[in-house]
């Protein structure tokens, strides 16, 4: 596979500004196990290899169970997610493929539970943010080394 462009050298006020959402989002004060949950789900209904790639070594050294991380692709099925995270897993299926129906009422609801508004609004910037990172990805064919 061959990677198409390189954005970064091409145009690096544009990865300055997405560096600038991630310095914002690692201050949030969403768990950071959560944040990995969420950034990797993305990245599996994307089809980005280089995200979930990086993701899923990242979720590991900040003690993610490998467990966990094989169920992700089913997180409704399985039991190893607190209400919490699937609520949050949820909303980030909804907004990844917003257009399908959008974020549901349920849903929003569901959130408003486990979740302050200052909170939602975090969620929905690292939801937004790991989606623009896959479309770059994919769409300039990224790859990690073998």
């Not at 954005?7 to 544009?14: K, M, Q, Y």
Request: proline content about 1%.
């Amino acid at each position: 596979m061959k990677q198409r462009i390189n954005i970064a050298e091409l145009e690096p006020n544009a990865y300055q500004a997405m560096f600038g959402l991630e310095k914002y989002l690692s201050a949030s004060s969403l768990d950071k196990k959560l944040c990995h949950l969420i950034r990797l789900r993305a990245s599996q209904i994307n089809g980005c290899a280089y995200c979930i790639e990086m993701h899923s070594k990242e979720a590991l050294i900040s003690g993610e169970s490998t467990k966990r991380l094989f169920a992700l692709s089913a997180w409704w099925e399985s039991p190893l997610f607190s209400e919490k995270e699937q609520t949050a897993l949820q909303m980030t299926e909804e907004i990844t493929n917003i257009s399908a129906k959008g974020l549901s009422d349920e849903t929003y609801g569901r959130i408003e539970k486990h979740f302050k508004e200052n909170e939602i609004a975090q969620l929905i910037m690292l939801i937004g943010t790991i989606n623009t990172w896959n479309r770059m990805a994919v769409a300039t064919k990224m790859f990690h080394e073998k």
